[in-house]
C-alpha cells in the first residue's frame, strides 16, 4: 500500500476529468485493488505520482516504457527528460499521442471561452476577445479547427 509522505493530506481543489478506454480503467481497478488504494481517484493519484518519479530518476526508462505500453492507436509528442532549448537546430519533431478527436478538442474549447468571454466585464478586453471569439465560431462551422483554435488562443488572451 502507497502511504503519503506528510502527515496531513494535501487539499485536494482541481477536479482534473480525463477519458479512459474501458482497458485502461480495467488496469487502473486492477492496481487499485492490487495495492488497496482507497479510491479509484488514490489510484491514479498514487499511479501518477509513481510516473513522475520515473520520468525524474530515469528518463530514457520511462521513454522506453511509453512506447510500449501505450496504445499504438495514441499519437503523442511526449518525450520525458529535459527539454532542448527552442533554437537547438536538432530539435526532434515528435508524435503527440492524443486519443481525443480534434474536433471534440475544439467543441470543447469554444463552450470554455464562450463562458469565459460571457463571465468578462464590459469593456474592450471583451469586445476583443468576443471578435476572436466569432471568428472561431466561423472557422469552426468550416471545418477548420487549426484557425479555430488559434481564435480561441487569441481570444483567451485579449481577456488577460
Given at each position: 500500500?502507497?502511504?503519503s509522505?506528510?502527515?496531513?493530506?494535501?487539499?485536494?481543489i482541481e477536479k482534473l476529468?480525463?477519458?479512459v478506454a474501458d482497458s485502461e480503467l480495467t488496469m487502473i481497478d486492477d492496481w487499485r485493488s492490487e495495492n488497496r488504494a482507497a479510491s479509484r481517484s488514490a489510484a491514479i493519484r498514487s499511479l501518477i505520482y509513481l510516473g513522475l518519479e520515473l520520468s525524474k530518476a530515469n528518463p530514457d526508462k520511462?521513454?522506453?516504457?511509453l512506447e510500449q505500453l501505450l496504445p499504438k492507436n495514441?499519437?503523442?509528442a511526449v518525450q520525458i527528460g529535459p527539454?532542448?532549448?527552442p533554437c537547438a537546430s536538432a530539435h526532434k519533431t515528435l508524435k503527440r499521442?492524443?486519443?481525443?478527436?480534434?474536433n471534440n478538442n475544439a467543441e470543447s474549447k469554444l463552450k470554455t471561452v464562450k463562458a469565459a468571454c460571457d463571465k468578462a466585464p464590459a469593456g474592450d478586453k471583451k469586445d476583443a476577445a468576443f471578435k476572436h471569439f466569432s471568428a472561431a465560431e466561423k472557422a469552426h462551422k468550416a471545418k477548420n479547427d487549426k484557425e479555430c483554435m488559434t481564435e480561441l488562443a487569441a481570444a483567451e488572451k485579449a481577456l488577460h
Open positions: 500500500m502507497i502511504q509522505k506528510s502527515s496531513s493530506p494535501e487539499k485536494l476529468q480525463i477519458m520511462a521513454n522506453e516504457l495514441y499519437s503523442t527539454a532542448e532549448p499521442r492524443n486519443p481525443v478527436n480534434s
